[in-house]
């Protein structure tokens, strides 16, 4: 049948095409990465990693990972706790009030970002806290907390309560059934929370340029000079600062893994 | 309250949410919803067909394909939008440059348009529709959908009568994230659009800081958050997240 042959050409042809669209800008960013000259003239003259060596040289390189790190580790252990205890609230009990807490949660997630940024900055300055690097944790905590809880919550959906009252007839303490029944159920949920905490973080700019003040994280320093003073600098240390995260996420992912394949045998 | 004032023992007024409509904020605001219903459409319509191929024909690739989709997310949002400048830019852009070089054709630009910046939304928000859509488009139980094709209906009728609906929790996620991320979206219009779009939330911000008009950006952004909850908290409420996860 030639008539199928054709339309599994072109349903080949469709998601190469969609694949292509998600994918040419990332490659556009490694290409102009490798120009040494400050204006964008592509095909280059000259094809170098100068930018990556000036990059990789500049203290400036180092400094903004820093920042960013330091945010986001805070931003993943806070959000993770309190993102964790939520969800309980938010789908494990059923109480009073609860309808409210699930709305009023969401509701950050509508605020416009670049507006909740400028409105943490006026309180802020109000109270008299002078902006760094940790209120840029606590402006990404508005956003990130809601986010996280809402993807543990999900895990709590399909969460067998009976499995806890059996393990307290059998005699488990509270702290057991915590650690043996309900902390490996929601696992999956707390992992993406704190994979997703991390990048959201990590790349978040509307929020960080408001309230990092002196200290520049990754974006808002990529932000700034692609605006005022772009040189094939931005797009290396784009590159650069994409392949930490995606490092550190890889590192954290086998971490994890090999844990629970040591603790795997033991139960 | 007035202009360039800000003290919450002042007198109260609404004049600001009137202001809002009368003085060219209907433009911005218009611009944000415009732009999150239109890369909503788009996106269900460039995600539909890829679902569909994703979940019935692609086989042993599904999952390869749907990693090298779902990837991209995990790159920082400014880093593929700046990637995505360099490859429009006219003249020495990644497009212009290698057209030009290649086969001697030199072309114009979108860059700077409100089309660049639409552009821009779809690439953003595209995995967000895909993959909500994708867990609807698996709700179809393909013996449905021969069943109705013995019955005799035609392809279309097959869409809207049996696919449609089956996969709606799906594509109403799908949808009501994309819009939401829309409107707040500002990041598009700022690094693809240029000068040409002002969105709500590019609106507020200058209000804010350049005009010192807080009152009126205040304003703003409450009516944002009202016409979001007023389209999205109707659609929350008829979807059943618990039929959905039981699955």
Redesign the interface.
């Given at each position: 049948m030639s008539e199928g042959r054709h339309t599994?050409a072109l349903?080949t042809l469709?998601?190469g095409v969609?694949?292509a669209?998600?994918?040419?800008?990332?490659?556009?960013?490694v290409?102009?990465s490798l120009a040494n000259t400050r204006?964008?003239?592509?095909?280059h003259r000259v094809w170098s990693v100068d930018a990556y060596r000036d990059a990789l040289g500049s203290f400036t390189t180092w400094q903004l990972h820093t920042i960013s790190l330091s945010i986001a580790v805070s931003v993943v252990i806070v959000s993770t706790v309190l993102g964790t205890l939520g969800a309980v609230a938010f789908a494990r009990y059923d109480w009073r009030g609860r309808r409210w807490f699930q709305r009023l949660l969401v509701?950050p997630?509508?605020?416009?970002?670049?507006?909740l940024g400028?409105a943490l900055l006026l309180s802020f300055t109000a109270v008299g806290i002078s902006p760094s690097w940790k209120t840029a944790v606590v402006a990404h905590l508005v956003w990130i907390v809601p986010i996280v809880t809402l993807m543990i919550s999900?895990r709590f959906?399909?969460y067998n309560v009976a499995q806890e009252e059996a393990a307290y007839d059998l005699g488990a303490t509270h702290f057991q059934v915590v650690r043996e029944i309900t902390l490996p159920q929601i696992w999956p949920g707390v992992f993406s929370g704190i994979l997703f905490g991390f990048?959201l973080s990590?790349?978040n700019?509307?929020l960080s340029v408001f309230t990092s003040g002196p200290d520049t994280p990754?974006?808002v320093w990529?932000?700034t000079r692609?605006a005022t003073n772009y040189s094939p600098l931005?797009?290396s240390v784009?590159v650069i600062?994409?392949v930490v995260?995606?490092l550190i996420?890889i590192g954290a992912a086998l971490l994890l893994w090999a844990y629970s394949r040591v603790r795997a045998p033991a139960r | 309250m007035p202009e360039r004032t800000f003290e919450l023992t002042s007198a109260f007024t609404v004049e600001n949410y009137a202001t809002a409509f009368t003085e060219g904020y209907a433009r911005p605001l218009m611009w944000s919803l415009i732009g999150a219903v239109m890369t909503t459409a788009i996106c269900a319509v460039?995600a539909w067909?890829?679902a569909v191929?994703?979940h019935r024909?692609?086989g042993r690739w599904a999952t390869v394909?749907a990693a090298?989709?779902a990837l991209?997310i995990?790159?920082?949002?400014?880093?593929?939008?700046?990637?995505?400048s360099?490859?429009m830019?006219p003249?020495?852009?990644?497009l212009?440059?290698?057209l030009n070089?290649v086969f001697g054709i030199q072309i114009g630009s979108i860059l700077n348009t409100s089309s660049a910046a639409l552009v821009g939304m779809v690439?953003i928000h595209?995995?967000f529709m895909l993959f909500p859509l994708l867990l609807g488009i698996s709700l179809i139980p393909m013996d449905r959908i021969e069943a109705a094709k013995d019955l005799g209906a035609n392809r279309w009728q097959v869409f809207r009568e049996v696919e449609l609906p089956l996969a709606a929790p799906g594509l109403t996620i799908g949808a009501l994230l994309t819009f939401?991320l829309c409107?707040?979206a500002?990041?598009e219009a700022a690094?693809l659009g240029g000068r040409s779009v002002t969105v709500?939330?590019?609106a507020?911000?200058q209000r804010?800081?350049f005009a010192q008009d807080w009152p009126m950006?205040a304003a703003l952004?409450v009516l944002?958050?009202a016409i979001?909850?007023a389209i999205?908290l109707p659609v929350l409420a008829k979807l059943d997240?618990?039929r959905l996860?039981?699955r």
């Open positions: 599994a349903r469709w998601i969609i694949l669209f998600l994918y040419i800008p990332i490659v556009s960013v290409l102009a204006y964008m003239r592509f095909p509701l997630i509508f605020f416009p970002q670049p507006v400028l999900v959906f399909g990048l990590w790349s700019l509307p990754l974006p990529r932000f692609t931005v797009p784009a600062g994409t995260s995606a996420v | 460039l067909p890829s191929i994703l024909h692609a394909v090298l989709i991209p995990f790159i920082s949002e400014s880093v593929r939008l700046f990637g995505m360099v490859f830019m003249r020495g852009g990644i212009a440059g290698t070089a690439y595209l995995p939401v409107i707040g500002n990041a690094i709500i939330t590019t507020i911000e804010f800081s950006g952004t944002v958050i979001t909850a999205v997240l618990n996860t039981r």
